[in-house]
């Protein structure tokens, strides 16, 4: 185990010292200058420029450029913003909770939802239930998230004006920014009436959660009932059963353990979808995360921001898959190779 | 000499051929065939298909409902845009757009994805390990951010985007290929043949592709209804296909402008899109599960 | 009689380290030692795990071996997969299992590719050569459009079979070719096999744990024990006078199942 | 009084859109304490009855029998969970393919543990009963012959071979002390020595236990060493019945008699490399089988009324389904 | 409890915005974004325009003298007016004199420490070109200042009274220099006005609180917050939600529904705007201003009226509105020739199939609420004449920024006036003055140009000013560096829970004496 450990720590730092690369590249790709898009700084004149170059080295070879542009990402300098003129990390530092939160509870809704009902779906297979849980599933699955939010927004906002349509709170609520997270940020506040800012910040959660939600619990009741259908037509709970273990000893010992293990490595691509879903219905529900401020560096030619923000994403993302690999790794013993499937 | 009673079959299909019979077996598969097949006549005789050109303005139709509606007039079946252009013809011509560029870089990102697999897959060892890994990273990492990076190079527009989601596509066929041709170079009839002298190309067309086929096409009606899904998605956000292309994300955000005006103008586009992305993911079902069938047969 | 096949002191060291918590399963093979004539059979037998599957995949050369050397027709042969010299003399089946054929082609393209790959033949001679092996193995012309599917597992291993000797190879090794046919269809295989040996002169190495079988067909006997040569001899030598302590044991065993009047 | 009583078994199922009858009227029946030998060709329907006993056939698929008592008890119409309860203490069954049989994600000890029914653990608290489950588990590895307990109780499914596999899942099926083994094919790949080790446990389980085995394979070898008796099958259908010894000397139907033929170690009288008696061709699929005696096409003997369905016809406690046995004229 | 409840959300007033300010300080920028979030919000001016009648009343300064030459002007200030209060600046005094010189020697003379801050371009005064006309501000005592001119300036109190005249704290920059950090002057403001900055997160929201001590006495709200929403479908669909109270810039089409809506409140008023579609002359071969008629002939002006305001707005024929007092009504304008447009491009040598840009806005503006369809329209009227017109937007702030620099070939903008002087418009527009300064999107310049608008501004005789500008029109419909295509409507929609909303009809919005009544 601990060998593969190290296996991945080695292949991780590969790769993000690759995504490192690439983001060093875009430097001088992106167009306009690399002074720039490096720092997100403008220089007044040329003595400021002079005195820039040097102190980012970009007077040096690559190599050494590129050692610098390491080391001064581990320091936490990540540059500027171009336009705001604000460090780029601490902008980073409240979009990038933003985003993760939302993802979190959408998530959290894909596994509460998704898979006890694709359980249910996959133990009553071929059954009228089965085919209503799955026709369902497929058609929400196939919604393209913006359309959906923009349904949602219609409906539940506009029509029935049940829950409001942009934000994460209203902006009457200071909220100091602690954790990055809402719901803790409001707890940890001072000086505001509790309840209420939960119930408005909970409010604000409903329809963004929803519409990626949806999404993602549709995909995984279809990963879970297809797994479950699976692991129930294999001879092993066949031979289970003919031990006279009793129905609920199978599922529980047998049909979710298995069933779950390979829903686990689909779950790191499901983190990839769930995470581009999020970023677009941010840009929808103008919720303050990474996906709508990307959005915005894009709409601006904010370089430095897109390449810091561009590295930090796919950094949590593959952090993320990576865990969850490890993960998968850990408490599936019989996976001799990881395979990624389909749902 | 031992003398066999045969049991002739009217003919012999193919395992490719047993899929397709199982498949049509199922209606609902056949239905979402049938409504793909419709979309993809769209996409082709567009021109021909198209009461209009759906770049043609007129200022005198703004906002005409759909024929359905009461306001509606027959002429304008779905209606028009803000700028009087025919939504039926924007429409036929979005399937055009979006599912046609989806199917060429599906297709792309097949042709890329699956030659890298191979040799990821061929090549024992640390290469093939790290290759692997290095894909696995990248096919985590969302379209989106890959589309931004490239608008970001390139500009915005509709090659340009396709060309990222093309990238962000192509690791899934890389490990899908891999996989497989690894589990394959394990079994017997590929030791077979290599002790016939086989070298890694013959392997791979005589051998391994006859039993991927199947795999790549389930894998590509994955990867059409993520391109649809990505196509649209970027030139809903701007970032792919520039407004006057009739692509069918584009439109829909185009639409949001004027939404309380002509909600119609985001209700067909977006239930277009999903329509097609429904055909798709139908299809890819009632392919997975047929080809489950004749496995487990 | 001629040699045909010469090994000598073949050597081959596999250590498998799956699990670094464990020590690694090191497993040796070898040296052995061991000569083929023509028309000759041979039979090993062995306990499980006793490394005979591994010594008939460095016979064909599927595996390399670490020290040692095959010599064919007194012709040293290189070792390793692309030896065609190897290919084309010595050939293998493969123990039964579904994955023997490849599912995706018909048995015509399977029978093909050996002659494509190693043989210079045309289109149409190419056809002619896989429809009159297919003959002589008991399956009909037809059967060249069959895919994997439509055959049951005594089709497929008699196609197996003439995948093997479609190049009129000398030698033919085979690992455990019987174990999982039905009784009436392993009959008919060892027939076949019979007769196919006394037509072309072909030795036949194979690998069985039915020593009924074993002491029907073979002319010889090596026993191997984790991967040691540790018996060999002519098969009655073997079935009356075992040696080893292994061997004892096998033969032993094998007749305290066989039925006693037989033994009479 | 036999414990398991099977008469005019019929399966049916769906194929490729044509229903078939894999099993086609076939009547089983085992007495307290005999071992009772299942044989037949790959494909007869051995596997299928063994899951048609033990329950374990999709739904989709529909049997029909005449008689399916388990000690005088209808197993058909029964509920699941008395069916259930009968599988947990009376019936253990031994799968085909062992791995496959086995959950991959747990390890052999635990399954093992887990097949233990509670009334065979002792102690009250949990650590206790935890503990002799592991005492029970690894006695039982033992008794079926694999030394090296630690090793293979944390072992998972793949890490073990398929011999060691079918040793597990005997363990597992005596673990409950069932009245009635079925094992089917439990001695497929294994070398002779092992082979016979196996075959010795089962001998003196069913001496010293009285455990009556259903011994399904097509290893005549072992059948013939160690069974009382013996149904022979062919494409789904039982063609012949009876004591083992009988049938040995007198085979009745064409079929048994190819099928004892074909074993060399059977036939003293055989010279080394001679040809082999044989049947011709192979078994049909289950889409193309001939109609009435499904031997029909390959029979030796087979003439007209071959296309009708040859009655069961009974000699002493010898059944043989056949218009043109063998050996009857000496009768 | 419900009344708590309802206590704290009638507790602040939420605008939704269009865009994000460039900083908070209006002198450095003509943007209305900008305006809008700092001038009346943070800011006082020594001079107001009355919202209704427009005309100019005193603010800071309490009262104020013309000298009989016109060219001094002496202020007399208004006493105890205090700073803000905030945690980055806590104010030791009121409002004085040297407030009032500092606010106008900034952006005046280069050689003021703080002119340079903040890239030292002053836009509106130097497009108007104030700074050099200003000879000097003189203190007279704490309360007393005395601005001299150099030439005489009709709207030169107007232009006092403008969003961008805003007075800065003196004490605070001090401050701020001491400390090495002047450039947070115009991040961190401190004002006299009635609300004061809190904090700001770009594309978010900028947060204002109530400015206690607020020298006017009207009702204020305790809070202040601009929520950025830069899709007017958004907008409306927070204000139809309630998340906002009122909005900027409601599109055309939403105009309907707003008005349908009981909650919903829509003020209207003919706003003092232009938009234009401005060519970039300073590139071939839009230099040759026989491509700029042919362009302007071969749209169709009627067309984008209807298509794109809706006819909310009056065709527009040279730049100034109707309203203005020197609007010339029978002033020449260009009719819809393809044909005639086809030729002309022949003759300057423009091929068939020649690519172009056209930038359009990304925000709505009172002068053009949807550039990007404007310019999708033009697209196909410009593909009829052979010209292959590609459509450039980008961020509100990137677009100005890019425009600056040059890179278009041509624009859709505009204008909106911020004093009722039709000098307002021509000077800043197009004036030479105006290149460097930004607002002239035609980077046009023509001696004679400059020089008849000049003449303009020498005499107060208003027929003798009607008859010059007169003459500026005939000579900018000859030259044609911009296509004026229309006067639009101003809107404003608020919730009808807000009370005391004015509309403003020079632009910029107001939320001193809002409230919000549940
Ligand atoms: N491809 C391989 N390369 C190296 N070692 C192998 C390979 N395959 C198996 N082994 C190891 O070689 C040893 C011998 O295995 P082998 O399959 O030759 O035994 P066997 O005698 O054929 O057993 P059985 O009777 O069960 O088939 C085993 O311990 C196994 O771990
Ligand atoms: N799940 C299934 N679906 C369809 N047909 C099946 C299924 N299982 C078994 N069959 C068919 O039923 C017939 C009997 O199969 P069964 O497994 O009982 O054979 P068997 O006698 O056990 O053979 P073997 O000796 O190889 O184990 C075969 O023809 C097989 O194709
Ligand atoms: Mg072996
Ligand atoms: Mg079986």
């Known amino acids: 185990m601990i060998n593969a450990l190290s296996r991945y720590t080695i292949l991780f730092t590969l790769t993000l010292l690759v995504l490192a690369v690439l983001s060093f590249a875009l430097i001088y790709l992106f167009p306009g200058d690399p002074l720039t898009n490096l720092t997100g700084l403008v220089p007044q004149n040329d003595i400021q420029r002079e005195a820039l170059i040097r102190q980012f080295k970009l007077d040096q070879s690559y190599p050494i450029q590129f050692y610098h542009y390491l080391q001064q990402l581990f320091l936490g300098n990540w540059g500027y913003s171009f336009i705001s003129g604000q460090p780029l990390r601490e902008e980073i530092g409240i979009a990038m909770p933003a985003t993760f939160e939302l993802s979190t509870y959408a998530m959290v809704m894909a596994l509460l939802i998704g898979v006890p009902v694709g359980c249910y779906a996959g133990l009553k297979s071929y059954t009228v239930s089965d085919y209503a849980i799955n026709t369902a599933s497929i058609f929400s699955y196939s919604f393209p998230v913006f359309w959906l939010a923009l349904i949602f927004i219609m409906l539940f906002s506009l029509e029935a004006g049940i829950a409001p349509l942009s934000g994460r709170i209203s902006l009457l609520f200071e909220i100091p920014n602690v954790t990055g997270f809402i719901l803790i940020d409001i707890l940890l506040a001072k000086n505001i009436n509790h309840g209420l800012a939960l119930i408005d910040a909970a409010r604000h959660l409903v329809l963004p959660t929803m519409a990626i939600g949806l999404i993602s619990t549709a995909a995984m009741i279809r990963i879970t009932r297809r797994s479950v259908i699976d692991v129930m037509n294999s001879p092993f709970i066949t031979a289970a059963r003919s031990r006279g273990l009793s129905n609920r000893q199978i599922f529980m010992r047998h049909i979710l353990r298995n069933a779950l293990l390979a829903i686990l490595p689909l779950m790191a691509i499901q983190v990839t979808t769930l995470i581009t879903n999020a970023m677009i219905v941010e840009t929808l529900f103008s919720w303050p995360g990474i996906g709508n401020w990307l959005i915005n560096a894009i709409n601006q030619r904010d370089y430095p921001a897109l390449r810091i923000g561009v590295l930090a994403v796919s950094t949590m993302v593959i952090t993320l898959t990576v865990l969850i690999d490890i993960l998968n790794r850990l408490i599936d013993p019989s996976r001799e190779k990881f395979e990624r499937g389909t749902i | 000499m031992a003398q066999f009673s045969l049991y002739q079959e009217e003919f012999h299909p193919s395992p490719w051929q047993k899929t397709w019979r199982e498949f049509r077996s199922s209606h609902i598969a056949s239905l979402g065939l049938m409504i793909l097949i419709f979309f993809l006549i769209f996409a082709i005789f567009a021109p021909l298909l198209a009461p209009y050109d759906p770049l043609q303005q007129n200022v005198n139709a703004l906002f005409i409902p759909p024929s359905w509606n009461v306001n509606g007039t027959i002429s304008h079946l779905f209606g028009t845009d803000a700028l009087g252009r025919d939504l039926f013809s924007r429409i036929v011509y979005g399937c055009r757009v979006t599912l046609g560029s989806s199917i060429l870089l599906v297709l792309l990102a097949m042709i890329v994805g699956v030659a890298i697999g191979t040799i990821a897959g061929m090549l024992q060892g640390v290469r093939s390990s790290v290759v692997n890994h290095l894909f696995d990273a990248l096919m985590a990492i969302p379209t989106l951010l890959i589309a931004i990076v490239i608008v970001a190079i390139l500009g915005t527009g509709l090659v340009n985007s396709m060309w990222a989601i093309t990238l962000a596509l192509t690791p899934q066929f890389v490990h899908h290929t891999r996989s497989l041709v690894r589990t394959e170079m394990k079994k017997e009839y590929v030791l077979a043949s290599k002790l016939d002298g086989a070298n890694h190309f013959q392997l791979f067309f005589y051998s391994i592709l006859p039993n991927m086929i199947e795999m790549l096409v389930v894998q590509g009606t994955i990867a059409l209804s993520i391109a649809v899904i990505d196509v649209s998605a970027l030139g809903f956000l701007n970032l792919g296909a520039r407004p006057p292309l009739p692509e069918l994300g584009a439109m829909l955000a185009d639409g949001m402008e004027v939404a309380y005006a002509a909600p119609w103008t985001v209700a067909l586009p977006g239930l277009t899109i999903f329509l097609i992305v429904l055909a798709i993911n139908i299809v890819g079902d009632g392919l997975r599960s047929a080809l489950r069938k004749r496995l487990t047969q | ?264 | 009084m036999p414990i398991l009583d099977i008469k005019n078994l019929t399966l049916e199922m769906e194929t490729g859109g044509t229903r078939v009858k894999a099993l086609d009227r076939v009547n089983l029946s085992i007495n307290s304490g005999e071992i009772r030998a299942l044989v037949g060709e790959s494909g007869s329907g051995k596997s299928l009855i063994v899951s048609a006993i033990s329950g374990a056939l999709p739904p989709q698929w529909h049997i029909t029998a005449d008689r399916m008592t388990w000690k005088g008890e209808n197993l058909l119409s029964m509920r699941a969970d008395e069916r259930r309860e009968i599988m947990r203490r009376d019936i253990a069954v031994v799968f085909q393919h062992p791995i496959a049989a086995m959950d991959p994600s747990t390890t052999l000890g635990e399954q093992l543990e887990e097949s233990i029914p509670n009334e065979l653990v002792e102690g009250k608290l949990f650590w206790q009963r935890k503990q002799s489950r592991r005492r029970t588990a690894i006695g039982l590895v033992h008794k079926v012959g694999i030394k090296n307990h630690e090793h293979y109780l944390n072992a998972f499914p793949h890490q073990i071979s398929s011999d060691i596999g079918q040793k597990f899942m005997i363990a597992m099926a005596l673990v409950s002390q069932p009245d009635l083994l079925i094992a089917d094919d439990p001695t497929r790949g294994m070398e002779t020595t092992t082979k016979t080790k196996v075959l010795k446990l089962l001998a003196r389980l069913n001496q010293t236990k009285s455990l009556s085995i259903l011994f399904v394979s097509h290893d005549l070898l072992a059948i013939a060493s160690m069974a009382h008796t013996m149904t022979v099958l062919y494409c789904g259908q039982t063609v012949e019945s009876g004591q083992m010894k009988h049938i040995r000397k007198r085979p009745l139907h064409p079929y048994t008699k190819a099928l004892l033929d074909s074993a060399p170690s059977f036939r003293n009288d055989l010279p080394p490399k001679s040809y082999l008696p044989t049947l011709d061709g192979t078994i049909p699929t289950l889409q193309h089988v001939p109609i009435g005696c499904r031997l029909g096409p390959r029979c030796p003997r087979a003439q007209k009324q071959c296309v009708v369905t040859p009655a069961v016809r009974k000699v002493h406690d010898h059944t043989y389904s056949c218009h043109f046995p063998l050996h009857m004229d000496k009768l | 409890t419900q009344s708590n409840q309802d206590a704290f959300y009638r507790s602040g007033i939420i605008y939704c915005s269009e865009s994000n300010p460039i900083n908070f300080n209006p002198q450095l920028d003509t943007s209305g974004t900008t305006s809008d979030a700092s001038s009346h919000q943070i800011y006082g001016r020594l001079l107001d325009f009355n919202p209704d009648t427009g005309r100019i009343e005193a603010s800071l300064a309490s009262s104020w003298m013309v000298s009989d030459n016109g060219l001094s002007y002496e202020f007399q200030l208004r006493k105890g007016v205090a700073f803000h209060t905030t945690d980055y600046f806590s104010p030791t005094r009121t409002f004085n004199a040297d407030d009032v010189i500092f606010s106008i020697d900034r952006w005046r003379l280069p050689s003021h420490p703080y002119h340079n801050v903040s890239g030292g371009r002053y836009a509106y005064f130097e497009s108007l070109g104030i700074a050099d006309n200003i000879q000097e501000v003189t203190r007279i005592n704490s309360y007393r200042v005395r601005i001299t001119l150099i030439n005489r300036d009709s709207s030169f109190l107007a232009n006092l009274a403008t969003d961008f005249s805003v007075i800065l704290s003196e004490e605070y920059a001090k401050q701020l220099m001491e400390k090495g950090i002047p450039e947070r002057i115009d991040h961190y403001p401190i004002g006299t006005g009635p609300f004061k900055f809190q904090s700001y997160r770009k594309d978010h929201y900028i947060r204002y609180k109530r400015h206690e001590d607020f020298w006017r006495d009207v009702p204020l709200s305790e809070r202040l917050i601009y929520d950025i929403t830069p899709k007017s479908s958004l907008r409306l669909a927070k204000l139809i939600t309630g998340e906002c109270d009122a909005i900027a810039f409601p599109g055309q089409t939403e105009v309907e529904v707003i008005r349908q809506r009981d909650q919903l409140e829509l003020a209207e008023k003919p706003g003092l705007n232009i938009g234009f579609w401005a060519f970039n002359t300073q590139k071939k071969p839009f230099d040759n201003p026989d491509v700029r008629r042919a362009l302007a002939f071969a749209i169709d002006k009627n067309t984008l009226l209807e298509a794109v305001y809706f006819d909310s707005a009056v065709r527009a024929k040279t730049l100034l509105p109707t309203a203005s007092w020197a609007h010339q009504r029978d002033a020449d304008d260009t009719a819809y020739n393809p044909v005639l447009a086809r030729k002309l491009l022949n003759d300057a040598g423009v091929p068939e199939g020649f690519r172009m840009t056209i930038w359009a806005m990304p925000v709505e503006r009172a002068y053009n609420p949807n550039a990007a369809k404007m310019a999708e329209l033009m697209q196909r009227y410009l593909a009829d004449v052979g010209i292959r017109a590609e459509i450039v937007t980008y961020d509100w702030t990137t677009f100005r920024r890019h425009l600056r620099e040059g890179l278009h070939d041509s624009v859709l903008i505009g204008w909106s006036a911020d004093s009722g002087d039709p000098d307002n418009f021509y000077r800043p527009l197009l004036s030479c003055g105006a290149i460097p300064s930004g607002t002239n999107r035609a980077m046009w310049c023509n001696r004679k140009y400059d020089q008849l608008i000049n003449a303009a501004l020498k005499t107060e005789d208003i027929e003798q000013r009607k008859q010059i500008y007169q003459q500026v029109n005939s000579l900018l419909y000859e030259q044609l560096p911009l296509v004026p295509l229309a006067h639009a409507f101003r809107y404003q929609a608020h919730n009808a829970s807000l009370s005391g909303m004015t509309i403003n009809p020079y632009g910029g919005i107001n939320f001193s004496g809002v409230e919000k009544k549940l």
Do not use: C
Not at chain 3, 80 to 108: C, K, W, Y
Not at chain 3, 129 to 138: A, F, M, P
């Open chain 3, 1 to 264: 009689m001629s040699e045909l096949l010469k090994v000598s002191q073949l050597h081959f060291k596999h250590s498998n380290k799956k699990n670094w918590l464990k020590k690694p399963e090191i497993f040796e093979l070898g040296p052995i030692d061991l000569d083929v004539k023509r028309g000759e059979t041979i039979a090993i037998i062995g306990e499980n795990r006793a490394g005979k599957s591994l010594l008939a995949k460095l016979l064909v050369g599927a595996l390399k071996a670490d020290s040692g050397q095959i010599t064919l027709n007194n012709q040293y042969a290189p070792q390793g997969v692309q030896s065609t010299q190897i290919s084309h003399d010595v050939r293998m089946i493969f123990q039964f299992s579904g994955e023997a054929m490849n599912p995706g082609l018909p048995v015509g393209k399977i029978l093909d590719e050996p002659l494509r790959l190693n043989t210079s033949h045309n289109e149409k001679e190419r056809r002619q050569l896989v429809e009159d092996v297919l003959i002589k193995v008991g399956l009909l012309r037809e059967h060249v459009y069959f895919y994997r599917h439509m055959l049951s597992d005594g089709q497929q291993q008699r196609v197996a079979l003439a995948r093997a000797l479609i190049l009129q190879p000398k030698v033919l090794v085979a690992d455990e070719p019987f174990a999982a046919l039905d009784p009436s269809v392993r009959s008919q295989t060892v027939n076949l096999i019979l007769k196919l040996q006394s037509e072309m002169g072909l030795a036949f190495i194979f690998i069985s744990h039915n020593l009924g079988i074993v002491r029907h067909l073979a002319d010889r006997i090596i026993v191997m024990e984790n991967g040691q040569i540790v018996e060999s001899g002519k098969t009655e030598t073997i079935f009356r006078w075992p040696q080893h302590e292994t061997t004892k044991k096998l033969i032993l065993s094998y007749q305290s199942l066989v039925p006693q009047q037989t033994l009479r």
